[in-house]
């Protein structure tokens, strides 16, 4: 039996109390003994995530750009001329399925760091490896790197605190953007819908960090607040609101893709083309629920007149004190629906996710 991996972080989770569990192969905290706590700190100060079970890939050489151009939905172009800008895109099989979603930051004009998700961590590197030698790509996973999440509208003034030098760099950051700050790699990125820094930095100062952060007031929080966060605000999870069976167009990502140039072809582009140009059968919803229940993946959404959909993730909403849920049904204009709960039909209202931004019920 294979054991699971564990981040440098480990002792330091155990030591605050966390409750450990199996994640993608990690073993990682859940909590730290409220999810709820956990979750209204980071909408209404700083919490902080080890999210070091991430994969960091760093490419390298002459023609790394055009082979990002080839294996992402989304154009690395963008990021021409912008040092340390970063875009989030789908990278996509033959088919048009999604693969894995990333972010992929322009560092210059040889080097382009990209962070995968943990569970698909194996796959996407064999994938990039895969096509890598066609473009004299260097292609290095960085596991002597770790890396801490920092969210909340406190937690940029939490970290600049505590750095020794570059405070005014890290003040004027940009949104969606990152910088180097000696052996720091700090990007003003997340995945809660606040603000807030992933800062990537080498294993044997990340203890360091994660006690300096806990004593100067952010708090640890484990994956049970990071997907209750991930779901208010909107944000999708690889294999729930999408998968290498499904396309950016039916999982609410169209938004991803560079469809310009026309002539740029990126693996996936045909069959996503094709089906642009009938019109994708089914969309990505948001879902409030109106009646007394539990929402949660996998269950079934009833559009009168319009057919059936699923719930791809579902939760209870610590910030609006009930149940919300995405899901993917037929293209509808209803403006509500039923869920199917333990053989109950209950009533639902569809919105447009996300449905918390920045600390507020925009919904």
Not at 90 to 106: Q, T
Not at 160 to 187: D, N, P, T, Y
Request: glycine share 10%; aromatic share 6%; net charge negative.
């Amino acid at each position: 039996m294979r054991m699971p991996n564990r981040t440098p972080l480990y002792a330091a989770h155990v030591a605050h109390g966390a409750k450990m569990v199996d994640f993608a192969g990690w073993e990682m905290p859940i909590h730290y003994g409220s999810q709820l706590e956990e979750h209204h700190q980071v909408r209404r100060a700083a919490g902080m995530f080890d999210v070091s079970h991430m994969a960091v890939v760093d490419l390298h050489g002459s023609k790394t750009r055009d082979f990002l151009r080839y294996m992402l939905a989304n154009d690395v172009a963008k990021l021409d001329g912008k040092p340390g800008k970063a875009i989030y895109s789908c990278m996509l099989n033959e088919r048009g399925g999604v693969i894995d979603d990333l972010i992929v930051y322009h560092m210059d004009n040889v080097w382009y760091r990209v962070v995968v998700n943990a569970g698909n961590r194996e796959r996407d590197l064999a994938w990039l490896l895969r096509h890598a030698s066609s473009f004299d790509v260097e292609v290095a996973l960085r596991d002597d790197l770790a890396m801490i999440a920092v969210q909340g509208p406190q937690a940029r003034d939490k970290v600049h605190a505590l750095l020794r030098h570059g405070v005014e760099q890290a003040k004027a950051l940009e949104r969606f953007s990152a910088l180097e700050l000696g052996e720091l790699f700090i990007a003003r990125t997340g995945y809660t819908g606040e603000d807030g820094y992933e800062i990537i930095m080498p294993l044997e100062e990340v203890e360091d960090w994660w006690q300096s952060l806990h004593e100067a007031g952010v708090r640890p929080c484990g994956l049970g607040a990071r997907d209750t966060l991930r779901l208010e605000a909107g944000m999708n999870l690889h294999g729930h609101e999408m998968n290498e069976d499904t396309s950016p167009l039916i999982s609410g990502l169209a938004w991803t893709i560079a469809w310009e140039p026309a002539d740029r072809q990126f693996l996936g582009r045909k069959p996503i083309d094709e089906e642009r140009a009938r019109g994708p059968s089914q969309q990505l919803i948001g879902l409030v629920l109106e009646d007394k229940g539990v929402l949660r993946a996998g269950q079934k959404v009833v559009i009168e007149g319009d057919g059936e959909g699923i719930t791809t993730s579902g939760s209870f909403s610590p910030t609006m004190g009930g149940a919300i849920a995405l899901a993917r049904v037929p293209r509808s204009e209803a403006t509500h629906c039923q869920v199917d709960i333990r053989g109950k039909l209950l009533k639902a209202r569809i919105v447009k996710p996300p449905f918390v931004r920045n600390g507020k019920v925009v919904v």
